[in-house]
């Protein structure tokens, strides 16, 4: 157990239609990093905040967005679904500092848009 | 060009033998360099890390980097059933941003 909690496990939903991602970090954490991880993609990197503020973006849609709240749990917003968003969502954490290359991942969350 | 090549396999080993797993990359502003392991239906889990050039060994596991080749290795010896997962490199530049590999599944056989 990473201690990264991901809610929910799964999520079926429609195209057109908009879902929430939860993310808990590990105690003591200030990153929190979202990645993708599709069959044909691979784990790609959409975005890091660190201690509530965006800290790096990568091939993130606009249709998605994130926040890290005070707590620092995070959030990753998915609008207007399509087919092809169905994926794997994955958050990770670290502390942000000197180990910040070491980075603990969730259980993740499954999308599935039909 | 992806910014990081690794073969999806699938490799298939018996029991015992030594498993090397190896990605190439493009860009030489890669710093860190790591070696994530992913069972099925899990998230990844950080399995060996380097920052430069060499070798560095825990336990069954070396990770190898030559930077002047851009070419990252794997090996696990004396591999084991349990050793059975997808196995990611994942590599890191300037900002904290992992680029991954595609990931390699690799099955030991009893």
């Known amino acids: 157990d ?11 939903t429609a195209t057109g239609q908009r879902v929430t991602l939860r993310c808990s970090p590990r105690s003591g954490d200030l990153s929190v990093y979202w990645y993708q991880q599709s069959l044909d993609q691979g784990l790609q990197f959409l ?19 994130a926040q890290q709240f005070p707590d620092l749990h995070s ?15 994955f958050c990770a954490s670290s502390d942000g500092g000197s180990t910040f290359y070491e980075q ?5 969350t499954r999308l599935t848009v039909l | 060009q992806k910014e ?12 015992g033998a030594i498993v090397s797993l190896n990605c190439t990359y493009s860009n030489s502003a890669f710093q860190y360099f790591m070696w994530y392991r992913q069972y099925s239906r899990k998230g990844p889990e ?10 560095k060994e825990d336990g069954r596991f070396t990770a190898q980097v ?36 595609q990931g390699t599944r690799l099955t030991i056989n009893p």
């Open chain 1, 47 to 65: 975005i890091q905040y660190y201690n509530g503020e965006e800290r790096a973006k990568g091939n993130i849609l606009e249709r998605f967005s």
């Open chain 1, 75 to 89: 959030e990753l917003n998915l609008s207007s679904l399509e087919l092809g968003d169905s994926a794997l969502y």
């Open chain 1, 2 to 12: 990473s201690g990264v909690t991901q809610t929910p496990k799964h999520l079926i």
């Open chain 1, 104 to 108: 603990f991942f969730g259980p993740g």
């Open chain 2, 46 to 55: 950080l399995l060996m890390y380097t920052y430069s050039s060499g070798n």
């Open chain 2, 66 to 101: 030559d930077k002047s080749s851009k070419y990252i290795s794997l090996f696990i010896r004396d591999s084991q059933p349990s050793d059975s997962a997808t196995y990611l490199c994942a590599l890191i530049q300037g900002a904290q941003k992992l680029v991954f590999g």
């Open chain 2, 4 to 15: 990081v090549e690794q073969d999806p396999g699938p490799l298939s080993v018996p029991e």
